[in-house]
């Protein structure tokens, strides 16, 4: 049977599967958390939290902690130490470091084969199912997947000799099955170096004589690939490069601010963008609507779902935890997770809004810790991520990256916004791009609206333009260059901002 006929039959048995948890996802939920505490009460964790007295769900709200990394990180230690049936009862011995944050402390989160297959890899076959679902003349298995991956590469640990960390986008490359691994594009050597600037030059050498029909990666980190191929090529798109080319799996970062640069790379009107929602602690969403800009949660992959309303978001002292039947269209949630890697009640950091409960389809709309609410406006990283497209779309302007810090009031002066911008494009009015940007989050954040009127509180944002390279200069001095990580969107006072700017050239 030939390979993509083959791969069809498995597709339509899987999205059969999809559609039940679509339809019955209650009854699906409380089938993984059944399954989670039966394997649970098997651990030293699960031991400590009477995991084999919980019969429902209020059991184990009422047995089992909220917990943030501080408290999770002694038990990764142990493991990391040798121990084991610590958190899983199998062995855990492989570890992501999150790229989810640019902090100087990096997160060590635990990987088991478990949520490696079952998770992280079911996703990844799920994304192409539901591709094909949705496009069912394309046949994906006949070219080469390009993987824009971590630049980490897998690190053994020195204390035990027997397990690992690094980028999880690197584990999942050191640990692909069969299926995927005949259509991953570049070589292991170049995706697992830990180098970007090398690593980058090799991607690029290698791949562009290939027959590239997918790419998957951050917005941000392969527009940087994209652009040194078409400097090798002198190609003016990445269609005169790969003519196969057909869909781009992104995540990471919202990608409404790349999406016209990504209309120039690749000016293809049958092109097509599919968001992913995976993260080192799991994976959680796939955009199935064609055309849509949200996600379905995936509801059996191991992961049962709890969320607290932001606006009752109190740490893991937070007592407004409810599961998934009792959420509510258009409100901020914390997300909580327990999962099939060994998290128990862990407050993931991420915020979602859910769009539609029939099924399960969300946006995410920033971090627990990544807004600024300095003077009662709540702005998130939905509404900065709105406003500053809209000013972009107003103005032919086009970003690489921007972060934004609160001013603060002084004695004679009314606190503000400031937005360190690095473009791609420059606006052609500076001003009309800072008014639309003002206007947009006076329209779509009430409370930026009441702060901003009459300039009592805040005034106008203030927009600097920095040059080129800027926001990776910092990465690089932080040893976060490449792969996922991020430059945060919002902060809720001015320590990166600054950095930033320090070493900048302002335009």
């Not at 990666?217 to 527009?223: C, K």
């Not at 932001?310 to 409100?331: A, M, P, Y």
Request: some cysteine; overall charge negative; hydrophobic content about 40%.
């Amino acid at each position: 049977m030939p390979f993509n006929s083959f791969f069809s039959w498995i597709i339509k048995k899987r999205i059969h599967q999809i559609d039940l948890f679509r339809m019955y996802p209650k009854e699906v939920q409380n089938e993984v958390f059944e399954r989670l505490v039966l394997q649970g009460a098997q651990t030293v964790y699960g031991k400590k939290y009477s995991f084999d007295k919980i019969s429902s769900y209020q059991d184990f709200r009422a047995s089992v902690p909220l917990i943030e990394y501080d408290e999770l990180k002694p038990w990764v230690d142990r493991l990391m130490k040798g121990e084991q049936m610590l958190l899983w009862p199998a062995d855990t011995k492989w570890f992501a470091k999150s790229s989810g944050t640019t902090s100087e402390r990096s997160k060590l989160i635990p990987v088991t084969k478990q949520s490696l297959e079952e998770c992280h890899y079911k996703g990844g076959k799920d994304l192409l199912a539901i591709y094909h679902h949705n496009h069912p003349n394309r046949k994906l298995f006949t070219g080469k997947h390009l993987i824009v991956g971590g630049s980490a590469e897998i690190n053994l640990n020195p204390e035990t000799d027997d397990s690992y960390f690094g980028d999880l986008s690197a584990i999942i490359v050191k640990n692909l099955p069969w299926w995927a691994e005949i259509r991953r594009t570049p070589a292991k050597e170049i995706a697992l170096l830990s180098e970007w600037e090398d690593k980058v030059e090799r991607m690029a050498q290698s791949t562009i004589k290939q027959d590239v029909k997918i790419i998957a990666g951050v917005p941000s980190w392969t527009m940087v690939l994209a652009s040194r191929i078409l400097e090798i090529t002198g190609k003016s798109n990445l269609k005169e490069v790969w003519p196969n080319l057909e869909m781009f799996m992104h995540g990471g970062v919202n990608f409404e601010p790349y999406r016209e640069q990504f209309n120039r790379l690749i000016p293809d009107p049958s092109m097509n963008y599919v968001e992913t929602y995976n993260a080192s602690e799991g994976f959680f969403g796939i955009q199935d609507l064609v055309g849509g800009d949200e996600m379905l949660l995936m509801l059996d992959y191991g992961i049962f779902f709890e969320f607290i309303p932001l606006s009752e978001f109190r740490g893991k002292e937070s007592t407004e935890v409810i599961s998934i039947e009792h959420v509510e269209l258009n409100i901020n949630y914390a997300v909580v997770i327990s999962t099939n890697a060994g998290l128990w009640r862990y407050i993931l950091g991420d915020t979602i809004r859910f769009t539609s409960n029939a099924p399960y389809r969300f946006k995410i709309t920033g971090r627990t810790k990544s807004f600024i609410n300095a003077f009662g406006e709540e702005l998130v990283v939905e509404n900065a991520e709105v406003a500053i497209a809209a000013a972009c779309a107003k103005t032919n302007a086009q970003i690489r990256e921007y972060t934004v810090a609160p001013i603060y009031m002084k004695e004679n002066e009314n606190g503000g916004h400031e937005w360190l911008v690095e473009f791609a494009q420059y606006p052609d009015e500076m001003d009309r791009f800072i008014a639309v940007l003002d206007e947009k989050l006076r329209e779509i954040n009430s409370d930026y609206d009441a702060k901003r009127y009459h300039d009592m509180i805040l005034i106008k944002p203030k927009v600097k333009a920095v040059a080129k390279e800027s926001f990776n200069n910092w990465l690089k001095e932080n040893g976060k260059l490449g792969g996922q990580n991020k430059i945060p969107r919002l902060s809720n006072d001015r320590s990166i901002l600054e950095q930033i700017a320090k070493n900048s050239e302002f335009i």
